[in-house]
């Protein structure tokens, strides 16, 4: 019997596999076709908020409230007090005040090491001192691979806490932890964010060309509508301006305005096209490089994107000052009478 028309199987699946990669599309499918069956139960709902959570979507919220309810209502005391300790923690993570007060596990909870787990993560947020004991404990108790994408974060978490305590070495460590997890589960999306933690650790080590090395394949394999895509691209794209390298410096603008377009942000729109303009300069290209701005900043006029408009207007100011005011109209000229060398 195949695991679809298996509903025991299918909810193995739904509550036991990762939620990393190609785990998170069979748990989705899963969830649905028991939900479809009626056979949604609390532990599923609130599988269901996680899935939901991963996802990115504003209702988290209701998934996870709609989970706490079932689980109050069947008086599941388990599943009800791990969606507590989840609404308190991602309130948190989304800027909500933190609990005067941490709650306690319910009598007879207190030894189950996955509620301990996301105890410790309420715990790390709400006492920074303690945060790197409880994110260790949380580390070791979660379940793998059900709770991978936590496990993940938490290594995210760690490396933030070793890089404020100005360990680069260990934070360095568990960046490289968690890129490992997510290879394991074929995980791109999601290793995304450790890429660009990994390439902000190594410029503020001094080390460029690691923080290129590790921002890289951020871009070549994130999601253009991914926000970490985005700023990987700024960043890559200005370390390869300030070495010089032109060619690579094109590339990465192309994959920033990419993202700009995916994302409808008019500022990175303006970022790829002051890149791409330096760029052409770096390989002797002035008219090309004068048409891109000239191009960007009408398409910005006319779009009414004013913040944009003034820097493509102030980038072609400083080209002013810099080429001088002759050779400057030159080029202006001459890129105007001739669209193709953009």
């Known amino acids: 019997m195949s695991p679809a028309a298996d509903p025991p199987a299918l909810r193995a699946v739904a509550l036991e596999g990762s939620l990393l990669g190609p785990g998170f599309e069979a748990a989705a499918q899963a969830l649905t076709t028991l939900s479809e069956a009626g056979a949604l139960d609390p532990p599923l709902a609130l599988r269901r908020a996680a899935l939901v959570h991963l996802a990115g979507s504003p209702r988290d919220r209701q998934a996870l409230e709609v989970a706490l309810h079932m689980a109050r209502e069947a ?21 909500a005040p933190k ?12 030894d189950d090491p996955e509620l301990d787990a996301d105890l410790a993560l309420v715990e790390a947020l709400c006492d920074p001192p303690r945060a790197r004991a409880c994110q260790q404990r949380a580390l070791q108790a979660l379940p793998s691979p ?13 490396a933030a806490t070793e890089r404020d305590g100005g360990d680069l070495s260990r934070a360095r460590h568990w960046l490289q932890a968690a890129l490992d997890l997510a290879r394991h589960h074929d995980a791109a999306r999601a290793a995304v964010p450790v890429r660009l933690a990994l390439g902000l650790l190594e410029l503020e080590a001094g080390d460029r060309a690691a923080a290129a090395a590790a921002l890289a394949p951020a871009v070549a394999q994130g999601d253009p509508e991914q926000v970490e895509v985005l700023a990987a691209a700024s960043i890559l794209l200005a370390l390869h301006v300030d070495a010089g390298r032109g060619e690579a410096g094109l590339a990465a603008a192309e994959a920033l ?11 990175a729109r303006a970022d790829a096209a002051i890149g791409r303009s330096t760029c052409l300069l770096l390989q002797g290209h002035r008219d090309a490089a004068i048409r891109t701005l000239l191009d960007a900043a009408v398409d910005a006029h006319q779009a009414a994107h004013e913040a944009a408009t003034h820097l493509l207007r102030a980038r072609l100011a ?25």
């Open 75 to 95: 008086g599941d005391l388990r599943t009800a007090a791990q969606a507590l300790l989840w609404q308190i923690r991602w309130g948190v993570e989304s800027g």
């Open 99 to 110: 609990p005067a007060q941490v709650p306690r596990l319910p009598r007879g909870l207190a």
């Open 146 to 158: 059900s709770r991978d994408h936590d496990r993940l974060e938490v290594m995210v978490q760690l």
């Open 257 to 267: 305005e990419r993202c700009a377009e995916a994302r409808g942000n008019a500022i």
């Open 318 to 342: 400083e080209l002013r000052h810099a080429l001088g005011a002759s050779a400057f109209d030159e080029a202006i000229a001459a890129a105007r009478a001739d669209p193709s060398a953009s």
